[in-house]
């Protein structure tokens, strides 16, 4: 059927299908508390279940980048068959059992089994999508993994009015059910254009080590890493850093609950954006690097003229911390989006699922020490939030020092 064979049937609408229901991971704390309070346990013990999400789902991605490369049909049922299995194994062990037991089902099923399925359900798509669009690689890679960052806005209400109807365990039920119907459905439109091929997969071609040692690729590894990591430390406290900021304003705070829904939208914003806007560039990592200004600018203004932790109660400075969330979520969504195109600029399409997603295990190592550098501070510092943005500016200084030396244009093809 012709009207299927185009690059919008065979890669655009596939990838959204796929990454709109892995991307529900985001959604992790419109339940978390409800897990914990119906299998006993606390909140900060069921919120490792998340950290474990991301950490399989970096490291899948990156030893799955062989097997992509080799056949996506594959790799695109089996992050099917884990995403799925994962959310209904998490809500059996949730309905059926409580206390240590339960804790540990879903650390299995939500943090290994359904991070799996989402490290290799976010690759597939990503290389597709750039053989259809070769003139247009980061709107390409936007599209899709805009998806994922759209996935919150779109499920959080609908997740929400789930639970309150009909419990925590059939919320996963039914979505369980309805993303295995999306990423089956995707994993049959998936293909690349005819008539391409992959080049032989040579046992010498593709070295893991040798591409630690290559300056450029840990320079990208680094950034990405850092964007990563700060976009965590304040992204995973937004709700707590605007109760504080507004905690004076009771005129405002009703505002605190949509502020979230908006830094959503720039976090989709940045990974569309950007990446289109990468387009229009001579050297694409110029994003990063406008990416570090923004977030630092920002971040040094929101600690100027005030300390959060003080309570002020000016207007003005609140704005500032809507800015800043909003620029930090922007910066953090581009970062994703235009990675592919930044790598391929630099390495080429022949290997880039497998670049790709070793560059993906930066994620998953951020995935474990973003929030958690967070918890230290507050912790160390009586619950003062002006630490993080401290360390968020100086780790976005390094990242932006690291675009400025070793991410450099390519002159040469680099060994791999």
Known sequence: MSFLNNKWMRAAVPALLIHCSIGTVYCWSTFKEAIAAQIGMSTFAVGWAFSLAIFFLGMSAAFAGRMVERDIHKSSLISCLCFTAGMLGTGLFIQFTTGVVALVGVFACYGCIMGIGLGIGYLTPVKTLMLWFTEQKGLATGISIMGFGLAKAIATPIMEKIQHSLGISAM???LGAVYFVMMLLGHFLLKKPEGWTEPEDSKGGFRVLSMFKNKTFVGIWLMFFINIHCGLALITYEKQILGVTFA???????????IPSVTAAFNALGRIGYSTLSDKMKDRNTVYKIIFISCIVITAIALL?????????SIVFGAVVIVLLCVVNLG??????TL???LSSRFGMDKISKIHGLSLSAWAIAGITGNNMSELILKATDRTYDYILIATLALYAVALL??????????????L
Do not use: D, E, H
Request: with cysteine.
């Open 172 to 174: 996963f039920y039914i």
């Open 248 to 258: 004076g304003m009771a005129v405002l705070t009703a505002m605190v609950s949509i």
């Open 305 to 313: 003229p005030f300390a959060i932790s003080k309570g002020s109660t």
């Open 332 to 337: 953090y969504g581009g970062g994703f989006s």
């Open 340 to 342: 592919p195109a930044l």
């Open 402 to 415: 690291i675009c400025l030396t070793l991410v450099k244009p390519k002159r040469q093809p680099n060994m």
